[in-house]
């Protein structure tokens, strides 16, 4: 039996509830066992706050799933398999602070259970290329995939309410492609994914009174990965490919530019810095709140265009285009591009360029302009930032 809509929504339900009610209890363990993070140089928070929030999230997509998704198949209980390990290795890394290669080879293992037992890409479907046959490749670039995306979900985590709310969006966005694709135990499972991050959220949204630490972040990214492969790409839909680097752009876009800016500077990729989206928001002027709020934003109209892309009908099965419907989709993807511009450049680089005059005109109010555009100019090469203290 084919799963509905209705059924996605009460599991998602199911999820935010348990994971509502869990996350307090999931807190009291963290503060037991030392799973507290505690404020530092790169961090935002401002008091120690307890981590394993992932525990709480688990339980709450592990009842959903026994509820609403078929358990009993062995390609299922291998994904919950390796759910349950990806939780393991995140929680051990929560209260021990596991090395880096340890955290990795934890991560392939618990994605190594599913693709084994067929959540892989053997083939996909591109443009004017059709039909693209990876045959023995499709295993270990599954699992490099699917690891990406962990890892991805994982870095982004690094602010208060911003990697359960991108992953929610990013998971609605997922539901409404693989119901459309006929993936309907994907849609399903994209919507235990929403349900347990917005559940989530209401402990995790500024001011956070608990973090859902690795064992959260890397749930949610091996989950998301699992939907990936079995709602949009495996598919032979047109696209598919594409839709998943639409819907995750923001994660993945800052992802990219931390690890090329840690390679510049000769630092190692896996040691954390404040160089993601949200330390140079925070460090021109932006609150929390408004920070991730952008990024929310940011992510709905990108999550918006993936499902666009399904939906706008710019073109017929046979590739011909249809001019009114293909002006409709160019003017979206126009309002995308034009948002991501605004976000990157703008709030980056002109409103820096702002605050830099303020700051150094309080200083030296004669200073000439050629002075702020190199301030600016060298705040931008360094990722260095120099913060501005305003009311409000």
């Keep these: 039996m084919n799963p509905s809509g209705w059924d996605a929504l009460a599991a998602g339900a ?129 699992i490099l995939g699917i690891v990406l ?17 991108v992953c929610a969006i990013s998971s609605v966005a997922f539901a409404i492609i693989a119901f459309d694709l006929h993936r309907g135990n994907s849609a399903v499972l994209a919507a235990v994914i929403a349900g347990a991050a917005l559940g989530f959220l209401v402990h995790n949204f500024h001011p956070a009174s608990a973090f859902m630490g690795d064992s959260g972040s890397l749930l949610l990214g091996y989950l998301l990965g699992v939907v990936v492969v079995e709602g949009t790409v495996k598919t032979q839909a047109v696209l598919a490919l594409f839709l998943p680097l639409v819907v995750l752009a923001v994660p993945f876009l800052d992802t990219t530019f931390v690890v090329l800016k840690r390679l510049k500077y000769g630092r190692k990729v896996y040691i954390a810095d404040a160089n993601h989206f949200h330390h140079r928001f925070s460090r021109i002027g932006f609150s929390q709140r408004r920070t991730v709020l952008y990024l929310y934003a940011w992510t709905l109209l990108l999550g918006g265009s993936a499902v666009a892309l399904r939906f706008v009908p710019y073109s017929d099965n046979g590739g011909r285009l249809n001019a009114g419907w293909s002006i409709v989709m160019g003017l979206i993807l126009l309002l995308v591009v034009a948002a991501s511009v605004y976000l990157v450049y703008v709030l980056e680089i002109l409103k820096l360029r702002r605050l830099s005059a303020i700051r150094i005109r309080r200083m030296r109010p004669d200073a000439a302009d050629t002075e702020v555009d190199a301030d600016v100019e060298r705040q931008i090469e360094t990722g260095e930032f120099e913060a501005v203290k305003r009311g409000g």
């Design 149 to 165: 995306v962990v890892n991805v979900v994982n870095f982004s985590d690094g602010l208060d309410g911003l990697a359960a709310g």
């Design 14 to 142: 199911v999820a935010a509830v348990v994971v509502a009610a869990l996350t307090p209890v999931s807190s009291r363990l963290a503060w037991r066992v030392g799973a507290v993070d505690e404020p530092r140089d790169r961090g935002l928070s401002d008091r120690p706050t307890p981590r394993l929030g992932g525990l709480a999230i688990f339980a709450g997509v592990l009842l959903a799933g026994l509820l609403f998704l078929p358990v009993g198949e062995e390609r299922w209980r291998a994904i919950a398999a390796g759910a349950a390990l990806m939780t393991l290795v995140g929680a051990l890394d929560d209260v021990f602070d596991l090395r880096a290669p340890v955290k990795l080879a934890g991560q392939v293992v618990a994605v190594l259970l599913p693709v084994l037992n067929g959540v892989r890409v053997e083939t996909f479907t591109l443009p004017f290329v059709h039909r693209v046959d990876l045959g023995d490749l499709g295993i270990p670039l599954t």
